[in-house]
């Protein structure tokens, strides 16, 4: 069975610290390895996309990095704004369903 | 482009009734998921579908049926609701062969059962 582990759970940094989220996955044979973010209340907003270990993705603060069996939301120098869950998910062997870990909550103060 | 529309988005059931989550997705996509989602367990896949009249259970099945007789609309029925389907509901669309082919999601149906 796929599995999808995301870490930490929860992350407090202050404004400017940046740091990493990590997201490691089982399936081989990756068909899409996808990242969103969840305000509270709300649906999951689709960041990014990574199909190929090597590729990287970037927006604004957020960059999505892609090894083989983990990817890496990198967050520089995150604002207030940045506050959120964070959701990876990956496609499955056959690309049809899509498996999300549990998130990780970001904190960032001023 | 409304994108996905959930409805209703709140609902409170008593023990052993039935009810129908309703998703429509405008943008023609094949591909169509259920999730449910509990406070720190992330989201939980239920079914899919692939296509009109094809579906697949997902994670999470038990308790829950689906239909997907057009391309539009893929609703989730609960029959039987019991206390452990508290719960908030998303449905996604997702267009294979459409560029990134991301899933968009609904704003949630936050659901009750008492």
């Known amino acids: 069975e796929d599995q999808v582990t995301q870490s930490p759970e929860a992350l407090r940094l202050q404004e400017g610290e940046s740091s990493s989220l990590n997201c490691s996955y089982t399936?081989?044979?990756?068909?899409?390895l996808f990242w969103y973010r969840q305000d509270p209340g709300k649906g999951p907003e689709f960041l990014f996309t990574?199909?190929?270990a090597g590729e990287e993705k970037e927006k604004e603060r957020l960059k999505a990095t892609l090894t083989k069996k983990e990817s890496f939301l990198h967050i520089t120098a995150p604002k207030p704004e940045d506050s959120a869950t964070y959701l990876c998910?990956?496609?499955?062997?056959?690309?049809?369903?899509?498996?999300f870990g549990k998130g990780t909550t970001l904190s960032v103060s001023s | 482009n409304a994108g996905v529309t959930q409805t209703p988005k709140f609902r409170i059931l008593k023990i052993g009734q039935s009810m129908t989550l309703q998703c429509a997705q405008d943008?023609?996509?094949?591909?169509m998921y259920w999730y449910r989602q509990d406070p720190g367990m992330g989201l939980k896949l239920i079914y899919y579908?692939?296509?009109?009249?094809?579906?697949d259970k997902g994670e999470v099945p038990n308790g829950y049926n689906v239909s997907r007789s057009t391309t539009e609309d893929f609703p989730l029925r609960l029959e039987l609701a019991a206390p452990s389907q508290t719960s908030v509901y998303f449905c996604?669309?997702?267009?294979?062969?459409?560029?990134?082919?991301?899933?968009?999601f609904g704003q949630g149906t936050r659901l009750t059962v008492v």
């Open positions: 399936v081989s044979g990756l068909r899409g």
């Open positions: 996604a669309s997702r267009g294979i062969g459409q560029g990134t082919s991301e899933a968009f």
């Open positions: 943008m023609n996509h094949n591909y």
């Open positions: 990574l199909y190929s």
């Open positions: 998910a990956e496609a499955g062997q056959a690309g049809t369903a899509l498996i």
């Open positions: 579908s692939v296509g009109a009249g094809i579906t």
